[in-house]
């Protein structure tokens, strides 16, 4: 993918930003430098590009357990901050961000400044082909002062000063970013998509997964099982609660933040708060699968048992369904609930042991309601004294 030219600046520089990239810190350095110049910044600080980056790695990391490197420090500074903030995974970037602005944690600002030790400097190494091997290995104002008489670059370093030390950016590479903005972002993304794919070779749907999630358009799905509802009572797999098209969620059994997609064979209905609790954990298997299978099944009879229903599946297909040898592997008249059964484990289990890999955490509605009793015991306990 090719930058576009300019007679004023060496953008051959530029597009060899990402060359021999090992570890992810020049993508979100790079990327929060782009989001701070969009802004309309030409001074910006340490402080606000670190804590750019980590709200740009937060929703890898938390929500979709993407690995970012060998021994990350900046994975590994998300992780931590989720422990110590409470933030959910799928938190607001403003509110993430904002909550880094007011953080004294000393573990958070120690590994913040970490970040900031090699690549601030060493995004700008295509453009200073003259500085070579041990001439990097000085110190940080030593390599400031090397850097600030270069020519040609896109940034430059005021005095040392921490977490405020300011880069000053340059008035033609600012306009460059202004004028191509979309070209940039669309590389940006282009190279951080190898880059993952590389580090997470198992994972699904990488491209999706490099924003916060976006609201999901399952209408389709919901209608076709609200259907279902007007011919016998639809018990969910987890609470065996029945369904009622008043309070129908429809939930993916392997976590959208994991497949990315919203294939038919996934979804199945539940209610809004047992959804809301399972939220992107992984529902235990032994016990949840099978339910799964028999819930499905009866869906399966109805296809080709009515013809409504059949006209509202295909509908869910064209959308939903978009693997023909899936379709044609369960969804094919004529099964018996063992086969069907067998084919559906055949394409969940090896998606959901792939998820178990990457950290989703398992999950269990009845654990999760003994949990929840027995916090109300406490709390009315506590009232009691």
Request: net charge neutral.
């Amino acid at each position: 993918m090719q930058l576009p030219y300019s007679h004023n600046l060496e953008v051959k520089y530029l597009s060899r930003l990402f060359d021999n990239t090992s570890e992810c810190y020049k993508f979100f350095w790079f990327q929060a430098i782009v989001s701070k110049v969009l802004e309309g910044k030409k001074y910006i600080t340490y402080e606000e590009l670190t804590d750019e980056m980590i709200a740009d790695a937060w929703y890898m990391v938390t929500e979709y357990h993407l690995n970012l490197g060998p021994k990350d420090t900046l994975e590994a500074l998300v992780h931590h901050l989720q422990q110590i903030s409470g933030l959910k995974s799928s938190e607001k970037k403003e509110t993430i961000i904002h909550y880094l602005e007011n953080c004294e944690d000393k573990n958070v600002v120690k590994r913040k400044r970490v970040l900031t030790k090699n690549v601030p400097y060493r995004l700008q190494a295509p453009f200073m082909d003259k500085v070579k091997g041990k001439e990097w290995n000085v110190s940080e104002s030593a390599l400031i002062s090397k850097i600030n008489q270069e020519r040609r670059l896109m940034y430059y370093f005021e005095a040392l000063n921490g977490m405020q030390t300011t880069i000053r950016f340059s008035s033609e590479w600012f306009t460059y970013i202004h004028k191509n903005q979309e070209i940039i972002k669309g590389w940006l993304q282009y190279n951080m998509i190898l880059y993952l794919q590389k580090r997470n070779p198992n994972v699904p749907g990488i491209a999706d997964k490099l924003y916060p999630p976006q609201e999901r358009k399952l209408e389709k799905v919901k209608k076709y099982w609200k259907l279902l509802l007007t011919f016998q009572p639809i018990h969910e797999i987890y609470g065996k609660t029945q369904v009622t098209d008043k309070d129908i969620s429809i939930d993916h059994f392997v976590p959208w933040s994991y497949v990315a997609h919203d294939e038919f064979w996934n979804l199945h209905p539940t209610t809004r708060s047992i959804n809301s609790s399972k939220s992107n954990h992984l529902p235990d298997w032994n016990i949840y699968f099978p339910q799964l299978a028999k819930l499905q099944y009866i869906s399966y009879e109805m296809i080709w048992k009515y013809d409504t229903v059949h006209d509202e599946f295909e509908k869910c297909a064209k959308e939903h369904l978009n693997d023909e040898q899936i379709r044609r592997k369960i969804y094919r008249e004529g099964q018996d609930f063992t086969t069907f059964l067998n084919g559906l484990e055949e394409i969940v289990q090896p998606v959901y042991q792939s998820a178990k890999n990457c950290g989703f955490k398992n999950w269990s509605y009845m654990e999760m309601k003994e949990k929840n009793n027995e916090s109300d015991i406490s709390d009315m306990d506590n009232n009691k004294r």
